[in-house]
Each structure stands twice: as C-alpha cells, then as structure tokens.
C-alpha cells in the first residue's frame, strides 16, 4: 500500500510543480521536506499540496481522508515534514478507514 500512497504523493507533486516556478519546484523522493526551513514551500505551497495529496488519495484509494486537523496538529513529529512522513501518516489513517 506504501508504494501506492507514493505513487499518489508524487502525482500530486507533478501538479504542484506545474504551478511553481523551477527552481521553488518539488524533488520526488522520500528525503523530500515539505514543511520546515529546508522546503521551498511557503504556508500557500503546503496548503496546496495537503489538498491535492487528499485528491489523489480518494481518487486513488476511494477514501477520504483529512490531513489537515487537530490529530495532524498535535503530533509530536510533524506529518508533513517530508514527504516519508506524510506517506506513513497517510497510510495510518487509511487503515483507520477500514477499521470503522
């Protein structure tokens, strides 16, 4: 499944990206920082990419999920540092999805 929720990841990077100019552009790879001063993007570049990613995600899995919310913000480790945390915060809350 991890695979998968790159997969989706990287496509909603692509559409940002096409946004972006080249060098404010997003790398496609797990060591990827989203959110922090190593990203290049500013508070409208995250927003951006958490709403594709939720896109994609029910696209691509057919569940809706929220990336944005109070479970998010209180987090020790912020999901949205790299893109690995975010695919591994994500799969945690699909499979919360398929226990309810």
């Given at each position: ?10 496509k909603s ?17 797990p060591d ?69």
């Open positions: 499944m991890i695979d998968n929720i790159y997969k989706s990841i990287y990077i692509d559409e940002v990206n096409s946004q972006m100019s080249k060098d404010e552009q997003l790398i496609k790879s990827t920082v989203l959110y922090g001063e190593s990203s290049s993007l500013d508070s409208i570049g995250l927003i951006n990419i958490i709403v594709t990613v939720e896109q994609n995600i029910e696209d691509d899995f057919e569940k809706s999920i929220t990336l944005a919310d109070q479970k998010a913000m209180s987090q020790k480790q912020s999901p949205f540092k790299t893109v690995e945390s975010l695919a591994k915060y994500i799969q945690i809350l699909i499979e919360e999805k398929k226990n309810e």
